[in-house]
């Protein structure tokens, strides 16, 4: 029971690791040890500068989106978490496009169509200070950010008072 124990924590901790990138070195580290380490992209966006950001969502429960920058040269450029604010702020309803948002945030963890509002809904998982939040994306129907807001997530707060 003890060993069983033991693996069961080593595997824990390894796992972890993994979510982050932990141990992969920027400038050094290649794009297959990214995919060796953390597993397969859910979704690659290429850029016009040769980058590629491969990513990498915890969601619903990690409430994290991890962006492995990979370089023209096939390096690791950078490892970011996406779903905070600083990137939610490089999004501008009226201007950015639905292809900017999964540039910026990576793939939606739900997708949800308003027909009659003439919305499609992208929600995110996310974490704020004290309590689970919701990114919530509203895109018209041409495919343009219309409004971008962080709620308290109900089912979180549902839990608190249990």
Avoid: H, N
């Avoid at 905070?84 to 999004?91: D, G, I, K, Q």
């Amino acid at each position: 029971m003890k060993y069983i124990l033991s693996f069961v924590t080593i595997l824990l901790v390894t796992g972890c690791a993994g979510y982050e990138g932990r141990g992969l070195v920027p400038g050094q580290s290649s794009a297959s040890e990214v995919e060796a380490l953390m597993g397969p992209a859910a979704d690659e966006r290429k850029a016009a500068d040769g980058e590629t950001v491969r990513f990498y969502p915890r969601l619903p429960y990690g409430r994290v989106t991890y962006a492995a920058r990979i370089g023209s040269d096939g390096k690791l450029i950078a490892i970011e978490q996406r779903l905070t604010e600083e990137y939610v702020a490089r999004l501008r309803p009226g201007s950015s496009r639905a292809d900017d948002v999964r540039d910026v945030l990576g793939p939606p963890y739900r997708v949800d169509e308003f027909p009659r509002l003439e919305r499609q809904v992208w929600t995110y998982p996310a974490m704020g200070l004290t309590i689970e939040k919701l990114l919530i994306v509203q895109l018209s129907r041409d495919g343009v950010l219309r409004e971008i807001f962080m709620t308290d997530d109900p089912q979180a707060m549902s839990k608190s008072y249990e």
